[in-house]
């Protein structure tokens, strides 16, 4: 047991892997947490969705939707406006993935190495990082925080073409294979391929798993 509970921010960015979070990586981060003997907190930006996607036929609907309100989903309603998180609440902070993340906590998804990030999330990370707490990136998610930090070490698996993304924005990329963790010192900057690779839930708990103990180590 840890002598003090920590306390790790998670970031959302939708519900559902193909136009927002990723439900199966945000759902094992979270358990990763508690079974680890930590607290969480779930955000997401008050924005609307790039688009939805019907999960059934992969095909895009004529449907409006809001990223935050449809987070609460998978937050069973505990959530919180991104614009109000604060790293002085809390130990650290994770972003599953999904395309979500891509689409809606940026346009990496359109616009390749050349994307905008959404100012809350560029925000959180930047406050994140300048108080020297530890940021979990899953899947996807290490090409935004890439993106933001520019020079940052990271991993999305063995994707070629996101990884060349990765070394346009400036990134360098590690390749990895299934449970792996990437660890960048400079930013304390843990990440992990999770869905980017051909997975199985099993293994999507082993990758989420191991960021969230890895981050643990990091906390000073």
């Not at 990723?22 to 779930?42: F, K, M, N, S, W």
């Not at 990223?67 to 604060?86: N, P």
């Not at 599953?96 to 359109?110: D, E, H, I, R, T």
């Not at 390749?175 to 980017?196: A, E, I, N, Q």
Request: with cysteine.
């Amino acid at each position: 047991m840890m002598s003090e509970t920590k306390k790790i921010a998670i970031v959302l960015s939708g519900c559902g892997v193909f136009d927002g979070a990723e439900i199966h990586e945000a759902i094992l981060t979270i358990l990763a947490v508690a079974r680890a003997g930590a607290q969480y907190e779930i955000f997401a930006p008050n924005i609307p969705q790039a688009h939805v996607v019907n999960h059934l036929t992969g095909e895009a609907t004529d449907e409006n939707r809001n990223v935050l309100v449809e987070s609460a989903r998978i937050a069973r309603g505990k959530i919180k406006d991104l614009k109000d998180y604060t790293p002085a609440g809390f130990d650290a902070l994770i972003f599953p993935g999904g395309f979500g993340v891509a689409k809606n906590l940026s346009n990496f998804a359109f616009y390749g190495s050349n994307c905008t990030v959404n100012a809350d999330v560029e925000r959180a990370v930047k406050t994140t990082v300048d108080a020297g707490k530890p940021i979990g990136a899953l899947c996807i998610s290490p090409v935004v925080i890439a993106k933001i930090l520019g020079d940052a070490e990271v991993t999305i698996g063995q994707d070629l073409d996101t990884a060349e993304a990765i070394k346009k924005m400036g990134g360098k990329h590690i390749p990895s294979s299934h449970g792996d963790v990437v660890v960048d010192p400079r930013y304390k900057l843990v990440t992990s391929p999770c869905y980017m690779l051909d997975a199985t839930i099993d293994q999507i708990y082993d990758g989420a798993k191991n960021v969230v103990e890895t981050i643990l180590s990091l906390i000073g």
